[in-house]
């Protein structure tokens, strides 16, 4: 029988086949056909799918995942730098590999904790296979770390957002002829896996694999766990995804992230610099051959972070604030055309430099009148009757429009959408604003973005998000299972239902059976209080194994169910434990709106 995974597949493409793009159209605003800007159409073709082989035993996948998958022959085995976003499209790169060799896998380098570089790793290797055959699975030290934070604390919201960023529940019409930026266009939803690495770095690793001698060297950028790795005996470096790939890379990126120092980003590019490579390989886009021009690629693009940073703090110390510094600051012609690496298909200048003001500064800009603002609906309540009223507002809106100033014909409308939600007149013009926008851009982050929440806007967008399982994608089972069990109950903390327990004075002390440990959780008038170890005192206890705790985790179980069928037994009154544990949400059952406030 065909598994419900299966079906469930089936459903997801039947309903983006069928998919016609709703785009907004009113009496005041005709629907916006699709289309693609020249300049990120002719981008795409840099990921057709293809095999390039570096030297005389490196090879990249181009085209298959978004992230390439490397693989360096080694005397008696291969190696695989890296394992592509979904089991089902690695395992369709690893039999292109072996269209190349048969040789066995010895060992694959995680090159940093992000999905498309990691949940591939079962359509390469199985854990069985991993433990028979001794292959090593290398990642930084920190690797698990920054995958906890990612995918359990902030999941849902990043899941979502990342959902808009690429733009996963898209049209067709939408979606074809587009690339990602940095690679093919990912689906949405597709189960991921994960097998947690057996072998760790810190700064640095020399070793032999397969009688290759590997340099692998943390170099914190794109991502703070980032892996390069360096073969000393061909001259070539693989820079995963330091070098971010075709593109202008994200300094900061919209989906949401942790502060990507830019400085430290430079730093490890001249790393880089140093070992005057002869062939560049990276996780995303195409190799580089030649040093000469490995050396320009690699200059032009720090120089290009640099000059953001640099030009950044120098205005801000002349009181710019975010905004200001977007609107001011542009990279000079020499690095801005340098084509492709510094054009914006994926990062920008503007989301960069505000970005670098926040991390420099934090959200205060200096005018104390942000300190205790006005509610923003109410605020917008207040503008809009200064203005005349909502018919003046709207019509300013759609003269603006028709004028093809869609920025503020969007913020007119914005005005209108925060005090009625429901006015679709405004939502028409907003949404057809957004579809002018996004049509118009040549980064495919803002072009999804606005195209996604043009979507919501029309009311299309909630059959997509319930067919699109993000939560396969960034919690899934294996992921769960990976995670230290100490930090998916501290998790919990963040999960309380604060203003519904703000009396609330009770402890859980929860023991898992096949680790034989204890942990609590003490809700105390609104503050969860993780407990590593038995808890003093404890009004209820809480025993299950780890198998069932991860099948909560991911919400393919319960609490109640676990007690109901006796995998789980609980000391303590069934009905006061209960309540307890409905003093925490299950943030994944969330659907909070990005557009509509």
Excluded at 218 to 231: G, K, N, Q, R, T
Excluded at 265 to 286: C, E, M, N, Y
Excluded at 340 to 356: A, K, W
Excluded at 516 to 522: K, N, P, R
């Amino acid at each position: 029988m065909a598994s419900p995974q299966f079906f469930k597949s089936l459903f997801i493409a039947a309903i983006t086949a069928a998919g016609v793009s709703h785009q907004a159209a009113s009496a005041d605003t005709a629907p916006v056909a699709p289309r693609i800007e020249d300049e990120i159409a002719a981008h795409t073709e840099h990921f057709e799918p293809r095999i390039y082989q570096v030297g005389k035993r490196v090879y990249s996948a181009v085209g298959w995942n978004i992230s390439n998958i490397v693989m360096i022959e080694g005397e008696d085995g291969i190696i695989l730098v890296d394992a592509g976003l979904s089991p089902a499209s690695s395992r369709q790169v690893l039999s292109e590999f072996r269209k190349i060799t048969d040789k066995p896998i010895k060992a694959i380098i995680y090159s940093h904790f992000h999905h498309d570089h990691i949940d591939g790793i079962k359509g390469l290797v199985s854990e069985q296979e991993i433990r028979d055959e001794g292959i090593r699975l290398i990642a930084h030290e920190s690797l698990l770390g920054n995958l906890t934070d990612e995918s359990l604390l902030l999941g849902p919201i990043l899941a979502l957002r990342g959902g808009y960023t690429f733009g996963f529940m898209l049209n067709p019409a939408d979606r074809q002829g587009m690339n990602a930026g940095i690679g093919p266009l990912p689906e949405g939803g597709l189960p991921g896996s994960f097998i947690a690495p057996n072998e760790l770095v810190g700064d640095r690793l020399q070793t032999e694999v397969a009688g290759i001698t590997l340099d692998i060297m943390h170099v914190p950028s794109e991502a703070p766990d980032e892996l390069a790795i360096y073969l000393p005996e061909d001259n070539i470096l693989i820079d995963t995804e330091v070098l971010q790939g075709p593109t202008f890379p994200n300094v900061y990126t919209l989906r949401g992230t942790k502060f990507r120092d830019p400085a430290v980003w430079v730093r490890s590019i001249d790393r880089l610099r140093a070992l005057k490579a002869d062939h560049l390989v990276p996780t995303h886009g195409q190799p580089v051959s030649g040093a000469d021009r490995v050396d320009e690629v690699l200059t032009m693009t720090r120089d290009g972070i640099q000059y953001l940073l640099d030009q950044s703090i120098r205005w801000m110390n002349r009181g710019y604030t975010p905004d200001e510094l977007a609107q001011h600051i542009k990279l000079p012609p020499h690095l801005e055309s340098y084509a492709p690496y510094l054009r914006p298909y994926y990062g920008t200048v503007q989301q960069s430099v505000r970005e670098i003001y926040v991390g420099q500064l934090g959200w205060y800009q200096g005018d104390p009148v942000a300190l205790n603002p006005v509610p923003n609906k109410e605020r917008s309540r207040r503008l809009v009757q200064l203005m005349g009223g909502g018919a003046a507002v709207l019509r300013a809106a759609q003269q603006a429009y028709k004028a093809d100033d869609f920025q503020w014909a969007a913020e007119l409308a914005t005005l209108l959408l925060d005090n009625d939600a429901s006015d679709t007149q405004a939502r028409d013009i907003k949404a057809a604003a957004f579809r002018q926008m996004g049509y118009a851009s040549i980064n495919i982050n803002w072009r999804n973005w606005y195209l996604t929440s043009a979507m919501e806007l029309e009311g299309a967008l909630e059959q997509r998000l319930a067919a699109v399982d993000m939560r396969a994608v960034f919690l899934p089972p294996d992921i769960v299972a990976a995670l230290p069990t100490a930090a998916i109950l501290h998790s919990m903390t963040s999960r309380l239902k604060a203003e519904q327990a703000l009396v609330t004075q009770q402890t859980l002390a929860i023991g898992i059976e096949d680790e034989a440990a204890v942990f609590g959780l003490q809700i105390h008038r609104g503050v969860c209080r993780f407990i590593e170890g038995a808890p003093p005192s404890a009004d209820f206890k809480l025993t299950l194994d780890r198998n069932t705790l991860n099948g909560i985790v991911t919400g393919r179980d319960s609490f109640a169910q676990a007690l109901g069928t006796n995998r789980a037994k609980l000391t303590g009154n069934p009905d006061a434990f209960l309540a307890f544990m409905e003093l925490f949400e299950d943030p994944w059952q969330n659907k909070p709106s990005l557009t509509l406030r």
